[in-house]
């Protein structure tokens, strides 16, 4: 009896053993699948990444190849601009050239034909013919080019040049008694700098930047107990005279130039002074010969924000900026003939430059500004159309 126990009980732990062992095997079959299956995913991963890393390394060199490729091109484009800069100037100073030596005659000339009457006609008509009002009637309508010459001197200063010579001026900064002279645009191109001119000392010191060079005199703003406009004959080296301008020398013309008191400006007309009074600019009529003044006008433009002015063919053009400097525009125009209002006149902006301009100074010879930005020399090359025409009628047959 006891012995059939025991083996009973031998039996039962036999069958639970043998459970046991078989749970035990499923386990294990199932833990080795796992690895199975991981094991091929990372020889997968193993194997796109070997292919990535081919296909990043042949990307690489494409790149490098394109790159180098590009450099060449790059180098080659630069050189090719560099050449076409240097062919752009060369044609620039053989323009300057022509000019100098053929330059386009001047707006001033004298009305000596008038329009003649047609021959009498079998049927009576009216007939009309335009003719120009006045000798000068060139408008700025637009800013055509722009050059700049080179860099040289102070931030502020004056250079200009006599329509009727070669020769260029340049005075540099805000007050000197030295006064700088080239034979031409191209010697003052070339120069290394203001010392390869010829130095002219000027008997009293000038101030400002509102001089000019008319018909072979300067004529310049000198002040001393008064305010005076000197005029110094270039080709004699001696002043030959010289007024008392009855303006406030502690007043500039221009807001943005409170060094300058007096704006001297010469164009097909003449010769003209600038000058403050109260909040505008006020336009005087100078005689070039005796300095007297013949005749004023109140040009009602602000003087505030105003940096520089010229003057083509008897019209005031006025300069304005901002503070810090921003583009240059022409915002108020005044004509002593009344032909062109300050609504007609188109609102002009020039290229974005350096700062703003201490000086413009007009060529009638050549329809161009002298432009003084920063102690950048700049030329501005100037489009201009017709103020008015009047339509006269024949008197009938």
């Known amino acids: 009896m006891k012995s059939g126990f025991l083996f009973s009980l031998l039996l039962s732990f036999l069958i639970q053993l043998s459970e046991a062992q078989y749970h035990y095997q499923g386990l294990m079959n199932y833990l080795e699948s796992r690895m199975v299956a991981m094991e091929e995913r990372i020889a997968l991963w193993h194997e796109q990444n070997n292919r990535y890393t081919a296909d990043l390394k042949k990307f690489r ?10 450099g060449k091109d790059h180098s080659k484009l630069r050189l090719d601009l560099e050449g076409a800069g240097a062919r752009v100037d060369r044609v620039e100073r053989e323009m300057d050239y022509i000019e100098t030596k053929n330059p386009p005659k001047p707006c001033v000339k004298a009305a000596d034909k008038m329009v003649e009457q047609e021959a ?21 309508s637009s800013i055509r080019a722009m050059k700049i010459l080179k860099r040289v001197g102070s931030p502020k200063g004056i250079w200009t040049k006599d329509a009727r010579t070669a020769k260029v001026y340049i005075f540099n900064g805000e007050s000197e008694d030295t006064l700088y002279e080239f034979n031409s645009r191209e010697e003052l191109s070339t120069s290394t700098g203001l010392s ?22 300067l004529y310049y703003v000198s002040e001393r107990s008064e305010l005076q406009v000197v005029k110094y004959d270039l080709k004699n080296g001696s002043v030959t ?6 303006v406030e020398a502690q007043t500039p013309v221009y807001s943005l130039n409170p060094e300058t008191t007096v704006d001297l400006i010469a164009d097909e007309e003449g010769l003209w002074a600038l000058y403050p009074a109260g909040n505008t600019i006020n336009l005087a009529k100078m005689d070039p010969e005796t300095l007297d003044i013949e005749q004023m006008w109140d040009t009602s433009c602000p003087r505030n924000n105003a940096e520089a002015a010229f003057m083509v063919c008897g019209t005031v053009y ?79 047959e």
Not at 61 to 68: C, G, K, M, P, R
Not at 241 to 246: G, H, I, K
Not at 345 to 369: D, I, M, T, V, W
């Open 241 to 246: 005279d010289s007024a008392v301008l009855p």
């Open 196 to 217: 390869k001119g010829k130095q002219i000392t000027l008997p009293s010191v000038w101030n400002g930047t509102g001089h000019a060079v008319y018909d072979g005199f």
């Open 120 to 140: 009498v006609v079998k049927e009576k008509k009216k007939k009309e013919e335009f003719f120009e009002l006045s000798v000068c009637m060139d408008l700025v």
């Open 61 to 70: 060199q494409q790149a490098s190849d394109l790159l180098e490729k590009l």
């Open 318 to 396: 006025v300069v304005y900026n901002t503070r810090p400097s921003s583009r240059s525009r022409i915002q108020c125009v005044y004509d002593v003939a009344d032909m062109v209002t300050n609504d007609e006149a188109p609102l002009l902006y020039f290229p974005r430059r350096y700062g703003a301009h201490s000086s413009l100074k007009y060529n009638p010879a050549e329809r161009q500004l002298y432009g003084w930005d920063d102690g950048y020399q700049i030329l501005y090359r100037l489009a201009l159309k017709k103020k008015l025409w009047a339509i006269a009628p024949l008197p009938e």
